[in-house]
């Protein structure tokens, strides 16, 4: 009787944990902007070489309801090289048949060697990686100008922020670090999408997250959405794991940002 109870109580936590790790939730957002046509994007951060099915297939069917009319990934897609990697980069490439897709590189990427390598692949897998540049996107007679950014090659960051406000439209940023919110806040956009806190990892009730990286214990860049300024910050819980590797109470994200015509909302 002793070893069935410690075989259900392990099964539990087994179940418990694989539930924490597994289960796909979407987060909605709402920034109403001046733009012409209502705009959806779908934020994927943090994957860290995590798949959800086969190919991926949990993954896709839980962005393609959503509609998206671009797809951006922040940063940590892969956890590190490796030979599973190729195979990881295919599962992504199920993502451009739904929508547009751009990326940025995170710390992990910037951590290896074969980024280069890496990067190539993404882009044969239909991925725009977006490397200190700014990138155009239309909808209609709608323009969004999107600036990526590999802060670990310590760009000229007034020369792109100037070229992004050159290009105007709707302006998104993407930082892999929310940290960075603040220091970006002085230039002009209209929207940062950031990663990197993995929700806080473990997160409290009330509290929120408990831990990140550069921000420590508690940290106030956890997930969510943050204004400041006229400017908006949207903060991915991410995917994936990284050298801790159990999420609790924060399940893996998929973020939908929805902007909207001013006197829609």
Known sequence: MDILIVVLVLGVIYWFVRRENNRLVTSQYYVPSDVKDDLTIVQLSDIHSKRFGPNNEKLIAQIKPLVPDMIVITGDMV????????????????????APVYAIPGNHEARIDEWPV?????????????????????KGG??????????????DIDQLFERLNEIGGFRIVLSHFPLKFEEYQKYKFDLQLSGHAHGGQWRLPIIGGLYSPDQGLFPHYDAGMFEADDRVMVVSRGLGNSEFPLRLFNYPEVVCVNVTKSDSV
């Open 79 to 98: 956890h590190k090289w490796g030979d599973n990697v190729p195979a990881f980069v295919d599962s992504l490439a199920g993502l451009q048949k739904i």
């Open 118 to 138: 890496l990067r190539d692949m993404l882009r044969k897998a239909g991925i725009r990686v977006i490397e200190n540049d700014v990138a155009i996107f239309s």
């Open 142 to 155: 709608q323009r969004v100008s999107i600036l990526g950014l590999n802060e670990a090659t310590d760009p």
